[in-house]
Nanobody
Framework: AQKLVESGGGSVQAGGSLRLSCAAS????????MGWFRQPPGKEREAVAS???????TYADSVKGRFTISQDYSKKNLYLDMNNLNPEDTAMYYC??????????????????WGQGTQVTVSS
């Protein structure tokens, strides 16, 4: 079974940076998406970024130019480099995985493997 474990969250001041990591284990099929999603306090889950098996990336408008998603294919590790953080980025961040081709890589309902989450708090 696939298992995802996030790390790297923490508290940072506005304008700061963090790097989230997601260690994945288990079998991977040829076609897949891995993504980062977040849930701000009191709000619904929202997409952050996704990367496909071929390296294609997709970002939510709110993080374009500030966040970068990447993957170490040999280790199946997923990363999210977050720069110029602002208080609106405060949320629980989740790593997710789906297999097969995706119509909308930012649709969290298409993902069926999830990590436990890591908290990111940005103070002003």
């Amino acid at each position: 079974a696939q298992k995802l474990v996030e790390s790297g969250g923490g508290s940072v001041q506005a304008g700061g940076s963090l790097r989230l990591s997601c260690a994945a284990s288990g079998s991977f099929y040829t076609h897949y998406n891995m993504g980062w999603f977040r849930q701000p306090p009191g709000k619904e889950r929202e997409a952050v970024a996704s990367i496909e098996h071929d390296g294609t990336t997709t970002y939510a408008d709110s993080v374009k130019g500030r966040f970068t998603i990447s993957q170490d294919y040999s280790k199946k590790n997923l990363y999210l480099d977050m720069n110029n953080l602002n208080p609106e980025d405060t949320a629980m961040y989740y790593c997710a995985l789906r297999f097969g081709t995706s119509i909308d890589p930012l649709d969290w309902e298409d993902y069926n493997h999830w990590g436990q989450g890591t908290q990111v708090t940005v103070s002003s």
